[in-house]
């Protein structure tokens, strides 16, 4: 009988125990997330778990792999360069600041920088709800050089959420209008839903739009606002809460269509 290998490994952010011949061919692996031994040949159900006996706690399911759903073999199919799922907080600005980090000395902050303080606190805030069932993309590409800065999915639907560095200044929000201090108002909703309404026509379904305001001092907002929800970074964790919109199986496939770079190609 042939010396089996437990080789650990991980994969989309989950570890897995694989085992193998000595030549490095695969027979099985176990999810432990999923409390699975996935066999693919069941000839050596009883070496493999001999195998693995060490490693395995409490029940498991022994079996073949599952059947991939249509958003997983999506997946597996993506080119890694058309994958946007691995964009970090702030992507599109970190390669920016990377390529052309400006002068050493400036009189004022560059401003760049403070937007990515802002993309990655709330992208961090958005990335801690996968394990509610929600996915969030970082920094999708628009045609002509626009990007929405995050895109959020879960059981609560959709949402184009777009950040905006406020610390310790007083925002007013009068739709369409926004201020930060004593600046003068811009029109910035305009963009928010604008972004929210690229999004529903890429992925064909509703996307409704977010302002997250990073670290305000106060936050006045003079009238109802139409379709836009204004979020301060502590508030968006409370997406998690809302559900009842999308299946679990439809979050997956949405999710499977957004991460896909192509589909953002044509969108008007």
């Not at 030549?23 to 778990?49: F, H, K, P, Q, T």
């Not at 929000?173 to 690229?198: E, H």
């Not at 026509?201 to 509703?206: N, R």
């Not at 739009?209 to 409370?238: H, K, M, Q, Y």
Request: hydrophobic residues 40%; contains cysteine.
């Amino acid at each position: 009988m042939s010396v089996l290998r437990v080789i650990p490994a991980w994969r989309h952010g989950q570890e897995r125990l694989y085992v193998c011949l000595t030549d490095g061919r695969n027979i099985a692996w176990y999810d432990r997330e999923a409390a699975r031994v996935n066999l693919l040949s069941e000839d050596r159900r009883e070496d493999v778990l001999e195998a693995l006996g060490p490693f395995i706690t409490g029940p498991v399911t022994v079996g073949p792999p599952p059947v991939p759903t249509p958003a997983e073999l999506a997946r597996l199919t993506l080119h890694p360069d058309d994958d946007l799922a691995p964009n970090r907080p702030g992507e599109a600005l970190l390669v920016a600041l990377d390529r052309d980090p400006g002068p050493s000395r400036r009189l004022r902050p560059d401003p760049r920088r403070r937007a990515l303080t802002a993309e990655q606190t709330v992208g961090d805030a958005l990335d801690r709800l996968d394990g509610a069932g929600w996915h969030a993309l970082h920094s999708v590409p628009l045609p002509g050089g626009d990007r929405i800065h995050h895109l959020v999915i879960g059981p609560g639907g959709l949402f184009a959420v777009h950040t905006l560095y406020a610390r310790k200044q007083k925002v007013t929000v009068a739709d369409p209008m926004v201020s930060l201090g004593r600046r003068p108002p811009n029109p910035l909703l305009r963009r928010v839903r604008a972004d929210a309404d690229r999004a529903s026509h890429a992925l064909t379904a509703e996307v409704r739009p977010v302002l997250a305001l990073v670290e305000p001092a106060d936050v006045a907002i003079t009238a109802s606002l139409r379709e836009v929800r204004a979020l301060t970074d502590t508030e968006v964790a409370g997406l998690a809460r809302l559900g009842g919109v999308l299946k679990p199986a439809d979050v997956e496939a949405l999710h499977a269509m957004a991460r896909d770079r192509r589909t953002w190609g044509s969108v008007g």
